[in-house]
């Protein structure tokens, strides 16, 4: 059935058809069903939602992300039917049932996600059925490779392209634009896209996008990173892997990071973005995502998986059992990094897990000989030739001026004893932190002024929550009330 | 901050509300987010889209629903706040991994299904947990309170309400208009409200909606049932166990039904009806939904929940190893209903198990001694006086005048060989009626020549397909020859 483009400015975020309710009535879909829009070859497939008055029954009114899919303008006119049940919910109901999946029906299962054909419902249920059965190395590997070649992929001309990346979790941590600055001033590649938070108060890209541009396009990516060897960009943007980032959606929403799903997201977007060279940092132990043993099994899994898609591979396992840095969200983190990088008040757990991670990439690509990487990175931060390297980026990027100023709502909690730290707890760090309103309000989120083994006397501040909301500050307290958050002896 | 409605006739199926972009930058709310609308007393979570043109910076436009919940007209003033994530995540997240949950995480969850505060990928971690983790008695208890407690509930004068239910997946089975006829003509009242299909190519209320209205309002069905003793609604537009329409809903997607749901649903609409006597018909065997021994725990269980809410119950297990009737569709099986009430060229088979299942709530309600039931169901059917009562219903509720034609499109099907039946597949019935389009189309479907044990000789007609689309004939045709639906010995 043919039915005309109305114009209506609909960002849903997502493929959107309005129809008339008349002619939904006639093509028999009811809210929520699928259509297929079709325009020449092009074809997607779109969620129905029902007007009365705003078009007629001719007429079809479609998101603005489905009219640029289609290449179609107002006025046009498309041909519409009945979308058949998309094949893969077959997959998904056999991996929910256990059973292992085929290469065949991965790939069935991604090309369906990243052509909008599965709902957020279905894609809940492929996440959770991964999440209960796992999957085998080989699952993982066509995980990777379907990820990897349902989007773009990036090539360069040079050999020596490297990322890194943390498999998160600990608050604060935000290595990476350290180690992208001393790396990049040293001449290595380093085309680095960040994913935004999953389960923590803030990720690479939230932090980023306080300062600078974070949403590039592939182009304007190759020109940044021509011009000043890395980028630090967000990867949701560039069409690198897209079924990562729906998925992530999803999980969001319950906080689940199942392992299989960690280990394609993260190889794909190194394949997609063209990396010869990957730092892989595992942060372990007590309050980290997964345990040393756990950690140590992960590491023997993406050198697997790694060098199936030949990629040179270096694993770490740090110690996670703790925040690195004082600041956690937005605002917060990058004015810890700024502070590592002017050498200013710098907070020196986060500088000496940068230098050690920016050491080994170093020693990795041969820029630093073996057991000089350490000493290279130093002289590279200590010098500012790293800040330097940071502001030039910042710079490429569009750098944004809005002031760098945490939350208006505060509250500091100080301690109720003296004692030593004997534990801070990293997933009620993280609840807090979002509870607060990070990472959607970038100045959101807490500053932390003890460590682990610190000595504290009562009345000393432990920790400052930030909010753009007092509703949220006290929520917050209710919650520290009710979860030892920091443990004193 | 308060925002003014302006009137945009959305109908969306859940609560939407449109914001202007730059309002939505600076609530900080992206799209899918969740926002709390309040009026007065009154609040509702919305899921955000966003618009450019149609909206300025102060106005919020609201879906149908929305507008009805909130008691609130265009022009009028709404609070409008980012909301808080929904706490009942949480429980979903202990089920998931595999814990127990109390009676109070059970009612958070349900009442957030209620109120639209998880989405559908949220609800379908739900799903998966108890499709996955299964549900304790007590969990399947509180199950059932919860749903029916969120809802609406009718209250009658007389002691005598009964219901009956089968939990269905046997194609046809479209005992209850029959059932409901000869009951209600013995002076039983049944003010029965039936579902849509969940996993079969029809439900009884997808059945009931090709002869006459079935949504009903609960002051219609009273009058109706008042004046009839019955009714045959639809149960998703009286507000009764609400959640359970919504769980259904995303069960759909993967033709889901854990077994704890199902007792839920089931008596959950029961209780809400306000039922005091309730037959429950498992369907057993192979192809069907539970094999023998499974249905003899269902029925235990459902003994004990019944006995936990002072139910009178009794629940029979039937064959399930075949379609009953011939019409497979919501018009193929009306089709058969009445040639069961008119006795013109009545389906057996269909005729006995409605015969059967009558004479058991006869007897439970004393309208027949022990053992004379069926004599009694006999003489209303074989008298006329169920097809009288059946169409005194249909008036009531308000007769449709459209044609009871199946779908343009047919496609016969013959043996190709001579034989006897051995094996007629029920989930590959079901399968290929919604392929053809059944329920949505209400013609499409089958028609099915034989049962198990007929002798057949190479080119009789075993099966008719009916569809809307020559396309969906093709997809039917394809997926018959892939599968074995009739196996000839």
């Given at each position: 059935?043919?039915?005309?483009?109305?114009?209506?400015?609909?960002?849903?975020?997502?493929?959107?058809?309005?129809?008339?309710?008349?002619?939904?009535?006639?093509?028999?879909?009811?809210?929520?069903?699928?259509?297929?829009?079709?325009?020449?070859?092009?074809?997607?497939?779109?969620?129905?939602?029902?007007?009365?008055?705003?078009?007629?029954?001719?007429?079809?009114?479609?998101?603005?992300?489905?009219?640029?899919?289609?290449?179609?303008?107002?006025?046009?006119s498309?041909?519409?039917?009945?979308?058949?049940?998309?094949?893969?919910?077959?997959?998904?109901l056999?991996?929910?049932?256990g059973?292992?999946?085929?290469?065949?029906?991965?790939?069935?299962?991604?090309?369906?996600?990243?052509?909008n054909?599965?709902?957020?419902?279905?894609?809940?249920?492929?996440?959770?059925?991964?999440?209960?059965?796992?999957?085998?190395?080989?699952?993982?590997?066509?995980?990777?490779?379907?990820?990897?070649?349902?989007?773009?992929?990036?090539?360069?001309?040079?050999?020596?392209?490297?990322?890194?990346?943390?498999?998160?979790?600990?608050?604060?941590?935000?290595?990476?634009?350290?180690?992208?600055?001393?790396?990049?001033?040293?001449?290595?590649?380093?085309?680095?896209?960040?994913?935004?938070?999953?389960?923590?108060?803030?990720?690479?890209?939230?932090?980023?996008?306080?300062?600078?541009?974070?949403?590039?396009?592939?182009?304007?990516?190759?020109?940044?990173?021509?011009?000043?060897?890395a980028?630090?960009?967000?990867?949701?943007?560039?069409?690198?892997?897209?079924?990562?980032?729906?998925?992530?959606?999803?999980?969001?929403?319950?906080?689940l990071?199942?392992?299989?799903?960690?280990?394609?997201?993260?190889?794909?977007?190194?394949?997609?973005?063209?990396s010869?060279?990957?730092?892989?940092?595992?942060?372990?132990?007590?309050?980290?995502?997964?345990?040393k043993?756990?950690?140590?099994?992960?590491?023997?899994?993406?050198?697997?998986?790694?060098?199936?898609?030949?990629?040179?591979?270096?694993?770490?396992?740090?110690?996670?059992?703790?925040?690195?840095?004082?600041?956690?969200?937005?605002?917060?983190?990058?004015?810890?990094?700024?502070?590592?990088?002017k050498?200013?008040?710098?907070?020196?757990?986060?500088?000496?897990?940068?230098?050690?991670?920016?050491?080994?990439?170093?020693?990795?690509?041969?820029?630093?000989?073996?057991?000089?990487?350490?000493?290279?990175?130093?002289?590279?931060?200590?010098?500012?030739?790293?800040?330097?390297?940071?502001?030039?980026?910042?710079?490429?990027?569009?750098?944004?001026?809005?002031?760098?100023?945490?939350?208006?709502?505060?509250?500091?909690?100080?301690?109720?004893?003296?004692?030593?730290?004997?534990?801070?707890?990293?997933?009620?760090?993280?609840?807090?932190?979002?509870?607060?309103?990070?990472?959607?309000?970038?100045?959101?989120?807490?500053?932390?002024?003890?460590?682990?083994?610190?000595?504290?006397?009562?009345?000393?501040?432990?920790?400052?929550?930030?909010?753009?909301?007092?509703?949220?500050?006290?929520?917050?307290?209710?919650?520290?009330?009710?979860?030892?958050?920091?443990?004193?002896?």
């Amino acid at each position: 059935m043919k039915l005309t483009i109305k114009r209506l400015e609909l960002r849903a975020g997502r493929p959107v058809a309005l129809l008339n309710e008349r002619r939904a009535a006639k093509l028999n879909v009811h809210i929520g069903d699928r259509i297929e829009v079709s325009k020449g070859s092009r074809k997607i497939i779109a969620v129905v939602d029902i007007v009365k008055d705003l078009l007629d029954d001719l007429e079809i009114s479609l998101s603005k992300e489905t009219l640029s899919y289609l290449n179609a303008k107002p006025g046009e006119s498309v041909e519409v039917n009945l979308a058949l049940s998309p094949k893969s919910t077959n997959p998904i109901l056999k991996k929910l049932n256990g059973q292992s999946l085929t290469r065949e029906e991965i790939h069935e299962i991604i090309t369906d996600i990243v052509n909008n054909s599965l709902t957020e419902a279905e894609i809940a249920y492929f996440v959770s059925a991964v999440y209960e059965k796992g999957m085998s190395l080989n699952e993982t590997i066509y995980l990777t490779e379907a990820m990897y070649k349902t989007g773009k992929k990036l090539s360069w001309h040079s050999s020596q392209i490297v990322d890194k990346h943390s498999i998160g979790g600990i608050p604060g941590n935000r290595t990476t634009p350290i180690v992208v600055s001393i790396c990049a001033a040293s001449g290595v590649i380093m085309p680095k896209t960040s994913s935004r938070a999953i389960t923590t108060a803030a990720g690479t890209a939230d932090v980023m996008d306080v300062i600078c541009h974070v949403n590039l396009s592939p182009e304007e990516l190759k020109s940044i990173v021509k011009k000043t060897n890395a980028c630090l960009a967000w990867g949701g943007s560039l069409g690198l892997a897209p079924a990562d980032d729906k998925l992530i959606r999803v999980e969001r929403l319950l906080n689940l990071d199942p392992e299989s799903q960690l280990l394609a997201s993260i190889l794909s977007k190194k394949l997609a973005v063209g990396s010869k060279y990957v730092l892989i940092d595992i942060p372990c132990g007590e309050g980290a995502k997964v345990s040393k043993a756990e950690a140590a099994k992960l590491k023997s899994k993406f050198i697997k998986i790694a060098k199936h898609f030949e990629l040179n591979i270096q694993v770490v396992l740090t110690k996670g059992d703790q925040p690195i840095g004082n600041g956690i969200g937005p605002i917060l983190e990058i004015l810890d990094i700024l502070r590592v990088l002017k050498q200013e008040n710098s907070p020196k757990d986060l500088e000496r897990k940068a230098l050690f991670l920016a050491s080994k990439i170093l020693e990795m690509t041969g820029k630093a000989k073996k057991g000089k990487g350490l000493q290279m990175a130093k002289e590279i931060l200590y010098s500012g030739a790293a800040y330097a390297k940071f502001n030039e980026i910042i710079d490429a990027q569009g750098r944004k001026s809005k002031p760098l100023v945490p939350a208006r709502f505060r509250k500091e909690i100080k301690a109720t004893k003296d004692g030593r730290v004997q534990k801070i707890e990293n997933k009620i760090l993280n609840k807090i932190g979002r509870i607060l309103g990070s990472p959607a309000d970038k100045g959101a989120g807490m500053y932390i002024y003890v460590h682990k083994s610190d000595k504290v006397s009562k009345g000393d501040k432990l920790i400052t929550f930030y909010s753009e909301s007092e509703k949220k500050i006290k929520e917050a307290i209710a919650f520290y009330n009710q979860n030892k958050l920091i443990k004193l002896s």
